[in-house]
């Protein structure tokens, strides 16, 4: 079992008028090299589900394991080592200030000591040239260029290799397509298959666009007010359709605020 | 005029702190006014003690130099914890312990081996008894302010950026200028911000104590003012030099940061050579001078007019300068986007209204984002 959430609650303002259940008693295995896709709506804690695992957000009970390991206290730069996180703006994933080879650097060095040994290497920028090369954005002739010029699409996909090419353990992926044109939104997913299905990754990733969800990876998990409402298998899910999916939150939508309605 | 070079080498050892700090990590630290007369001070007193009631050994000075930098470390190792473990605000925890070091600078200098309380201290001689500084050789030829003076003084500062320029070309030294630029990123990528932030403020405060412990040697005297305003001389330098310089590359970054601290300090030369102005009107200068970088470093004219008679062109792969690039984090932020149209890519409205629309119907009006 790679990654075991057992239980985890999580109430943002507890005691105060803004009181907000984010989290409810959620439960989830994924095992090596599965593939998941979160769907749900606004406020279903889908996001706080990632920030939990990537240790940005601490729990309130319950537990995070990854490879036998309880990481559920550990800082979020200790679990780094482990995990990579792709964020749904593009600004967040990246340094603006450094060059495309350092944030590179930066990330290669994800999880290990910091030491004062040279951060950029000759062999190291070969490395980079021919990673970049990958995303067939033409950034390997640009390696010196500022992140910070770079469109948002191309911020992304850069986002994805920094978060993919040290083999991580589990990678997150949070809306990282949301903030793009369709086109780029397009082209970064393609990315993200091909990087994930290339390193046999575990990932899990949140979308709002249920076709997205639908085409990527072996399972599906269905949530909404901090409940994961349902999972799908690998073969459930190759049968699905966005009309089923769309059909059972609505009708679940129902059934929750008659619940709402009657407690 | 050499004099005045002089001068403006030895605060550009603190100016380098301070772009450290400010530039590349982006924190407000005002640790540097309290540790550059923390440096200053335990200097001072070392070298009085030990020509006075020690035996004069020839090691003092560097001694008393080498103190002046742990203890401007120390400083901002307090400033980095109150931030980092104490959750301060950055420009809080740097007020505060600048404001205690006050109290603590006044301890160290009335610890001389007479037991007399001291607000400042004279360093040539004592009840007719020389002290030995690490200058008192170049004030017994009258070399202060010459050319050998100059070439002594320029020598520690080369030493320094490099050190600077190697110490951030280093892994840790990229942790460094992500944690500045990018927390969350950072932090994401397992760099502990923390440690980070803590060590870069030691190396910024120690460079602040070399700087005092240098100019008490070289002025051959010290006091409880003497860092007061040094915060605006840094950043005015640093201001200036980038101004000049560009940000292109960090080596080209602190190259200007020491031009900038030797032209800000010719500057006030010319300045108080005018009949008008009284030596007490130098923080006035100090303040108009510093507003007039700041102004200036907004003007686009002035890039374009540096950018035109500058010789030097970019080729293809010539990063672009740093401050082109849009940042909300930094205290120059104004200065920064302004010639610089913020690069927000258009699209963005209408593919954020396409993504709503497509989950329409499992709306609901709450916000996924997690304070």
């Known amino acids: ?263 | 005029m050499l004099g005045a070079i002089d001068q403006g080498l030895i605060t550009a050892l603190l100016a380098l702190g301070i772009f450290l700090t400010f530039r590349i990590l982006n924190f407000a630290d005002l640790t540097v006014d309290g540790s550059f007369t923390t440096g200053s001070a335990t200097a001072a007193i070392i070298v009085f003690n030990g020509s006075l009631n020690g035996q004069g050994e020839w090691w003092w000075p560097w001694l008393a130099t080498v103190a002046g930098i742990i203890v401007g470390a120390l400083a901002g190792c307090l400033t980095g914890l109150l931030h980092t473990k104490a959750h301060i605000d950055p420009l809080l925890a740097s007020i505060l312990v600048m404001l205690a070091l006050y109290s603590i600078n006044s301890r160290i200098l009335s610890a001389g081996y007479d037991g007399v309380e001291r607000s400042n201290i004279g360093l040539v001689s004592h009840k007719g008894q020389p002290i030995e500084t690490l200058f008192t050789w170049m004030r017994a030829l009258s070399l202060r302010g010459s050319l050998t003076s100059i070439a002594v003084l320029g020598g520690i500062v080369v030493v320094f950026v490099l050190f600077l320029n190697w110490f951030l070309s280093t892994k840790f030294g990229l942790a460094i200028m992500a944690t500045g630029d990018n927390p969350t990123m950072a932090s994401a990528m397992g760099v502990s911000t923390d440690f980070t932030k803590i060590i870069t403020l030691m190396v910024s405060n120690g460079l602040a104590g070399l700087s005092g412990a240098i100019t008490a040697q070289y002025v051959f005297a010290s006091s409880l003012e003497d860092g007061r305003g040094m915060i605006l001389v840094g950043l005015a330098s640093v201001i200036l030099g980038n101004a000049i310089f560009g940000t292109r590359y960090v080596w080209l970054m602190t190259i200007g940061v020491v031009a900038g601290s030797v032209l800000y300090r010719i500057a006030i030369f010319w300045a108080l050579r005018w009949d008008f102005l009284k030596s007490a009107d130098m923080k006035l200068i100090s303040a108009v001078l510093v507003i007039i970088a700041l102004v200036l470093s907004q003007w686009q004219g002035a890039h374009a007019l540096v950018t035109k008679i500058s010789p030097w062109k970019p080729k293809e792969d010539t990063p672009e300068p740093m401050a082109s690039v849009p940042n909300q984090f930094s205290p120059f932020a104004e200065v920064d986007t302004a010639h610089q149209p913020v690069l927000r890519p258009a699209h963005i409205h209408h593919d954020v209204a396409e993504t709503v629309e497509t989950v329409e119907t499992v709306e609901t009006n709450e916000t996924d984002k997690a304070p």
């Open chain 1, 1 to 263: 079992m790679m990654l075991r959430i057992e239980q985890v609650s999580k109430t943002f303002y507890p005691g105060t008028a803004n009181e907000r259940v984010a989290l409810n008693d959620v439960s989830l295995h994924l095992d090596e090299g599965d593939f998941i896709t979160i769907i749900g709506s606004n406020g279903a804690g889908k996001s706080t589900l990632l920030n939990i695992i990537g240790g940005s957000l601490s729990v309130d009970t319950g537990s995070v394991i990854i490879n036998g390991r309880d990481v559920t206290r550990l800082k979020e730069y200790r679990r780094a080592q482990g995990i990579a996180r792709v964020f749904q703006d593009p600004a967040a994933g990246t340094s603006p200030h450094l060059s495309i080879e350092e944030n590179l650097a930066v990330a290669l060095d994800r999880g290990k000591p910091h030491t004062l040994a040279r951060g950029l290497t000759k062999a190291r920028r070969e490395e980079f040239r021919e990673q970049l090369a990958t995303l067939e954005q033409g950034l390997e002739n640009r390696m010196r260029h500022r992140v910070g010029l770079l469109s948002g699409g191309q911020r992304q996909a850069l986002s994805l290799l920094m978060a993919s090419f040290t083999h991580p353990q589990l990678l997150l992926l949070d809306e990282h397509t949301a903030a793009l044109d369709p086109e780029r939104a397009e082209l970064v997913l393609r990315l993200t298959a091909s990087k994930i299905a290339e390193q046999g990754l575990t990932a899990l990733m949140v979308t709002h666009n249920m076709d997205h969800a639908l085409r990527l990876g072996n399972g599906l998990i269905m949530m909404h007010e901090g409940r994961i409402l349902r999972s799908l298998d690998a073969e459930e899910k190759a049968k699905a359709q966005v009309s089923d999916l769309l059909e059972f939150f609505s009708r679940e939508k129902g059934v929750l605020s008659d619940r709402t309605l009657l407690s």
